[in-house]
Nanobody
Framework: QVQLVESGGGLVQAVDSLRLSCAAS????????MAWFRQATGKEREFVAA????????YYADSVKGRFTISGDNARSTVALQMNRLEPEDTAVYYC????????????????????WGQGTQVTVSS
């Protein structure tokens, strides 16, 4: 049974930093890609960052470029999101996502590119 477990959310002040972690389990081979999405209250889920292990290619939403960094360990199927200079607009539930399906032509920035999701972890940034 596949499981994604997130940790690291919390309440911080603007310009503070926070680090989220996610560990995937349940498969004997490594994931193809892992990502972070977020959903603010009353809004749709949106892409934040992704890491495709092939070439260790990373993708970021424009709103977080230069502030957030995604990293991970392919062998352990773990991914982290370092979030710096947080803004109140970053307040949301953050979800870890993973896929073991090789999607060579996918952008890996869409929800449909991922097959498994974590429960989510709340990040609240106060002004």
């Amino acid at each position: 049974q596949v499981q994604l477990v997130e940790s690291g959310g919390g309440l911080v002040q603007a310009v503070d930093s926070l680090r989220l972690s996610c560990a995937a389990s349940g498969r004997t081979f490594s994931t193809y890609a892992m990502a972070w999405f977020r959903q603010a209250t009353g809004k749709e889920r949106e892409f934040v960052a992704a890491l495709r292990w092939s070439g260790r290619t990373t993708y970021y939403a424009d709103s977080v470029k230069g502030r957030f960094t995604i990293s991970g360990d392919n062998a352990r199927s773990t991914v982290a999101l370092q979030m710096n200079r947080l803004e109140p607009e970053d307040t949301a539930v953050y979800y870890c996502a993973a896929t073991w399906t090789r999607r060579v032509w996918a952008t890996m920035t869409g929800s449909n590119d991922y097959d498994y999701w974590g429960q989510g972890t709340q990040v609240t940034v106060s002004s």
